[in-house]
């Protein structure tokens, strides 16, 4: 107790010093509680990106030209092809762990041009990744994913190439252009479109 009274005697005599003193530790304190807070949302953060990272390795015909920082992450649309044939032949590489093959066309969307991007859904790491708002299910030949910048809200039905097609989802935005601008479809939806129907 004589501790006690002779604190409060040294605190009630020098008033703006335990003041001082008293903003020093919740100045503390308020640093560390932010700290603590900001550490755990950058962890999250880089979790978050990790987990929709893309490519180590993108294989290419000879003459495209591509941003390979975005290619790597998202993967880049070109108008150059490679044959299917050579998608398990990458596979088969040791040290290739996924291969997902991708092809670009031109369509129409409710009468104005876009890209269409077909994925195979079960062997994809690159555009589901991205997808927010999805209907329950994998998706359907009659469905596609919009990018992050164009027309269309889940649920929302489409004319593409004079057929209707219900939105599945759309993708966060991944700030590569290209992939932004484009819809996303499955093999088999681009089948279902069928090739006489694409511009």
């Given amino acids: ?16 010093r335990a003041l001082l003193l008293g903003l020093s530790v919740a100045l503390a304190v308020g ?35 591509v941003n390979l920082t975005a290619s790597l992450l998202t993967v880049q649309p070109t108008d150059e092809t490679l044959d299917a044939a050579v998608v398990p032949l990458l596979a088969a590489i040791e040290g290739v762990a996924r291969a997902a093959p ?39 030949v009659n469905e596609l994913l919009a990018g992050g910048r164009v027309p269309g809200k889940t ?3 489409l004319t593409v190439c004079r057929r209707p097609m219900a ?14 601008d484009s819809y996303f479809i499955s093999f088999a939806g681009l089948d279902f479109l069928s090739p006489v129907s694409l511009v």
């Avoid at 002779?6 to 605190?11: E, M, T």
């Fill in 155 to 157: 649920g929302e039905t």
């Fill in 102 to 140: 991708q092809r670009l066309v031109r369509v129409m969307v409710e009468g104005r041009g876009f890209n269409l991007i077909a994925f195979d859904p079960a062997a994809d790491f690159t555009v589901q990744t991205w997808a927010r708002e999805p209907r329950p299910g994998p998706i359907g």
């Fill in 31 to 65: 640093v560390g509680v932010a700290g603590l807070i900001a550490g755990r949302a950058l962890g999250e953060s880089i979790a978050d990106s990790f987990s929709r990272m893309g490519a180590d390795l993108v294989v290419v015909p000879h003459r495209t030209l």
């Fill in 167 to 180: 939105i599945h989802g759309r993708l966060a935005r991944t700030g590569v252009g290209p992939v932004d």
């Fill in 1 to 16: 107790m004589l501790l006690i009274r002779l604190a409060a005697q040294n605190l009630g005599r020098r008033r703006l």
